[in-house]
């Protein structure tokens, strides 16, 4: 009989992390080899190699892509349930993943809130997987994406947005720039969601002070990012135009709901 934790190695698990197994034992586990010139030089992987973006690296194996893409939904399965507890999404019309991957997220949403219309924004690569699960659901008549880049512009299309683990990826600089451009678009009464873990104000050995320490790694060495405490957060959303009025839990993730200044 399977352990709990053989269970979800299960592709059809309800809370699978088989995918993302395979991204750690295929893609990570070697990015990892280099670490310590990461850390010696503060450039990520791909700099090394001079390519300014990991995201731009990664596209030259579409192998690649598509393994990021299912670990990376499954990593939001994970806590979809405990988001939809912490936060009445019941108050949005119109609510934009930035960020969104392959709308996993977006398709929880939409089947609890059965009138919400809903975008997802993310590069074009993740279109094909994201209108297949729409249709799979059937909510391609509210539920859209949308093909760009979030450092040039977003859509103007809600009233509300949510970015989850996007700006963990990212330095404050290129962070401030996708925060600004969803600044541009929100109407004055609009909501942003930032949906992250948060890393502990002082180091700690517990299980998720120890797991936020290691993505913090990874970022570094991955996308060139970093895990924040809640204040960094706080810092970085009111210098993007924000003013936090909430902090929720929801599992490990923090979702800190700010409105406009
Ligand atoms: C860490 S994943 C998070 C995906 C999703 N929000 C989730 O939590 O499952 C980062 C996402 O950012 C997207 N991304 C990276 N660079 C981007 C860019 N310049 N414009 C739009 N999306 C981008 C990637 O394609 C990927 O889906």
């Given at each position: 009989?399977?352990?709990?934790?053989?269970?979800?190695?299960?592709?059809?698990?309800?809370?699978?992390?088989?995918?993302?197994?395979?991204?750690?034992?295929?893609?990570?586990?070697?990015?990892?080899?280099?670490?310590?010139?990461?850390?010696?030089?503060?450039?990520?992987?791909?700099?090394?190699?001079?390519?300014?973006?990991?995201?731009?690296?990664?596209?030259?194996?579409?192998e690649h892509v598509r393994i990021f893409?299912?670990?990376?939904?499954?990593?939001?399965?994970?806590?979809?349930?405990?988001?939809?507890?912490?936060?009445?999404?019941?108050?949005?019309?119109?609510?934009?993943?930035?960020?969104?991957?392959?709308?996993?997220l977006m398709g929880v949403v939409a089947?609890?809130?059965?009138?919400?219309?809903?975008?997802?924004f993310d590069l074009p690569r993740c279109?094909?997987?994201?209108?297949?699960?729409?249709?799979?659901?059937?909510?391609?008549?509210?539920?859209?994406?949308?093909?760009?880049?979030?450092?040039?512009?977003?859509?103007?299309?809600?009233?509300?947005?949510?970015?989850?683990?996007?700006?963990?990826?990212?330095?404050?600089?290129?962070?401030?720039?996708?925060?600004?451009?969803?600044?541009?678009?929100?109407?004055?009464?609009?909501?942003?969601?930032?949906?992250?873990?948060?890393?502990?104000?002082?180091?700690?050995?517990?299980?998720?002070?120890?797991?936020?320490?290691?993505?913090?790694?990874?970022?570094?060495?991955?996308?060139?990012?970093?895990?924040?405490?809640?204040?960094?957060?706080?810092?970085?959303?009111?210098?993007?135009?924000?003013?936090?009025?909430?902090?929720?839990?929801?599992?490990?993730?923090?979702?800190?709901?700010?409105?406009?200044?």
């Open positions: 009989m399977l352990t709990e934790l053989g269970a979800g190695l299960d592709g059809g698990a309800k809370r699978s992390f088989k995918n993302l197994i395979i991204f750690e034992g295929s893609m990570l586990v070697r990015r990892w080899d280099g670490l310590l010139d990461s850390i010696m030089s503060g450039k990520t992987a791909a700099q090394l190699q001079d390519i300014d973006d990991n995201f731009e690296l990664m596209a030259r194996s579409p893409n299912e670990a990376m939904t499954d990593l939001t399965r994970l806590v979809t349930h405990d988001l939809r507890q912490a936060y009445d999404f019941g108050m949005i019309s119109h609510l934009m993943d930035v960020g969104g991957g392959s709308g996993e089947l609890v809130y059965s009138t919400i219309r809903g975008t997802v279109a094909d997987a994201a209108n297949q699960h729409f249709g799979h659901l059937g909510i391609s008549d509210r539920i859209d994406f949308v093909a760009g880049d979030f450092f040039h512009e977003v859509p103007a299309v809600s009233d509300a947005i949510i970015v989850k683990s996007i700006i963990h990826d990212w330095n404050d600089e290129r962070s401030r720039s996708i925060l600004g451009n969803c600044r541009k678009v929100l109407p004055q009464k609009g909501r942003l969601l930032l949906f992250e873990r948060a890393m502990p104000e002082l180091p700690s050995t517990d299980d998720a002070a120890r797991s936020c320490a290691m993505s913090d790694l990874n970022m570094l060495r991955g996308p060139g990012g970093r895990e924040r405490t809640e204040r960094e957060y706080y810092r970085l959303l009111t210098e993007s135009g924000f003013s936090p009025i909430a902090v929720l839990r929801a599992d490990r993730f923090n979702l800190i709901v700010s409105r406009l200044c």
